[in-house]
């Protein structure tokens, strides 16, 4: 009786492990492979081993992300190697949709070549991330990826080598501290007829990037670390999105063109470039933040500074984006639309904002009110203090007297007002102007530093003394820190 029982009890606690095991390798698929997303590589091998269906549908999985846990740790780190190598060899002709390789403590990049190569080659990959620090001597060979889509690359200035083609399927590329080893980039970025997002940060190796390409709806280029790079020409007729912070130690040579018809939001920060070409006004433009600092900022001296050349490349800037419903400019750029030239009225923007410097030097007064008499549809206002330099004084905006500021007709649009004071008497004049002038102005926020809270009931005082032209508009003081 002692044995049967003792049979009765194992076979029922067969039985319970059999049902628990249906419970889960008898799963749909989609949830199925859902939970195991969430595993690392060398846990979805032990579920592996758990059965034979199990390690059956195991083995149809096609996602990899590696533990870098394991990777880590000294003792384990070999033999997972090894288990990594043989996993993604034993993946032949099979689709791989992701391969994630993070960063981890390792004394060459053999491994990772020859991870990203099996996948490669042997399997159907489709996204690659890789997250990896290199040794100086060693460097990432990327095959040719006819299946990849998304490639993800972080090397912490690694050395990055390309092949000439072989990216038909790529949507998405984005590079990080990566030194780029390739001849004619700009030309490979072309022959991507499916890229759709490119981004670029912190990039070396490369001294002109040219691409022409039908499908880029979005393209950001972030370069601050090296001054390799002279000439950047996009043309991209389906280019939504463009985002440029271009910094270097000297704008000789520098160049940049940018031909995009359907452009809808434009962000450029950096320094300044001598030779800018926008190609046709941007029509479909919604958003242009253009905050550029002087070419003098590099140089320190004014007199080698060709402002005669500053000026034409600046008008060209804001005539191409002229065509803007929302615009962000600093001080001196303001200069660029009264430089030697009949400046153009800029019918479809509604949104300014305004970086200046301290309003009691360098005309920043009068050089505001220029600029708005040509915004005869602006509706929001916003003056911010610029506490860096940013260039120049605007010394050739036409002078005007506050005294002799007249309404033009953009000052019936216009409904929000917003500006930072940082003291004097020049910026107090151009509030008593939006306010004299302002016929449906609704509301006005002053912006006051809280060290000059002692000044609020002056403020509240010459406020009070001003003339309104609208009767509904509210007055808001808020600190700034």
């Given at each position: ?17 059999i ?12 949830p ?33 992300k ?5 990777l880590?740790?000294?003792k ?9 190598d ?21 004394e ?18 489709g ?33 990055l080598?390309?092949p ?27 022959s ?66 940018l ?46 500074v ?60 009068p ?31 036409m ?27 020049d ?13 449906v ?9 809280i ?21 509904q ?9």
């Amino acid at each position: 009786m002692r044995r049967n029982d003792q049979n009765k009890r194992r076979d029922k606690t067969v039985g319970d492990e059999i049902v628990q095991e249906d419970k889960f390798s008898n799963l749909p698929d989609p949830p199925f492979y859902r939970i195991l997303s969430f595993l690392e590589l060398d846990d979805i091998a032990r579920v592996g081993g758990l059965s034979n269906r199990l390690k059956e549908r195991c083995s149809f999985l096609t996602s990899f992300k590696i533990d870098p846990n394991m990777l880590e740790d000294r003792k384990r780190q070999s033999g997972y190697l090894h288990f990594l190598d043989k996993v993604l060899k034993s993946f032949r002709n099979r689709e791989i949709k992701s391969l994630h390789i993070p960063w981890f403590p390792h004394e060459d990049g053999i491994h990772v070549n020859e991870w990203i190569n099996n996948a490669a080659k042997r399997c159907k990959l489709g996204k690659l991330i890789v997250d990896h620090t290199l040794e100086k001597q060693d460097k990432i060979v990327l095959p040719c990826c006819e299946f990849l889509k998304v490639m993800k690359l972080t090397l912490y200035d690694g050395t990055l080598e390309f092949p000439t083609m072989g990216f038909a399927t790529l949507q998405v590329l984005t590079l990080i501290s990566v030194e780029i080893v390739c001849d004619g980039f700009g030309k490979l970025l072309s022959s991507c007829n499916s890229l759709t997002r490119l981004k670029l940060e912190n990039f070396s190796g490369v001294n002109k990037i040219e691409i022409t390409n039908s499908s880029l709806q979005v393209i950001s280029i972030l370069k601050t670390n090296s001054d390799d790079l002279d000439h950047l020409k996009i043309s991209a007729n389906a280019l939504k999105i463009m985002n440029v912070a271009w910094y270097f130690r000297s704008s000789t040579n520098k160049s940049f063109h940018l031909s995009a018809p359907s452009l809808e939001s434009l962000t450029w920060r950096g320094d300044s470039i001598y030779h800018c070409d926008f190609v046709g006004n941007c029509k479909l433009l919604k958003d242009a933040y253009i905050n550029l600092r002087h070419p003098c900022m590099l140089t320190q001296h004014l007199s080698t500074v060709d402002e005669a050349l500053v000026h034409n490349s600046l008008w060209k800037l804001i005539s191409s984006v002229r065509e803007a419903q929302s615009l962000q400019l600093n001080c001196w750029q303001i200069e660029g639309l009264f430089s030697d030239r009949q400046p153009k009225s800029l019918d479809n923007l509604q949104d300014l904002v305004l970086k200046v410097s301290d309003f009691n030097k360098d005309c920043q007064v009068p050089a505001t009110v220029s600029l708005l008499m040509l915004l005869p549809n602006i509706r929001t206002l916003k003056i911010k203090c610029c506490r860096q330099p940013l260039g120049t004084n605007v010394s050739n905006v036409m002078a005007l007297e506050a005294s002799s500021y007249e309404p033009g007709e953009w000052i019936s649009c216009l409904e929000l007002v917003e500006i930072e004071l940082v003291g004097g008497g020049d910026e107090m004049q151009l509030v008593e102007y939006l306010l004299k002038c302002g016929k449906v102005l609704k509301k006005m926020t002053i912006l006051y530093s809280i060290l000059d809270v002692h000044r609020l009931s002056e403020l509240a005082s010459a406020l009070r003394g001003f003339n309104k032209a609208s009767s509904q508009v509210a007055m808001f003081f808020l600190p700034y820190y």
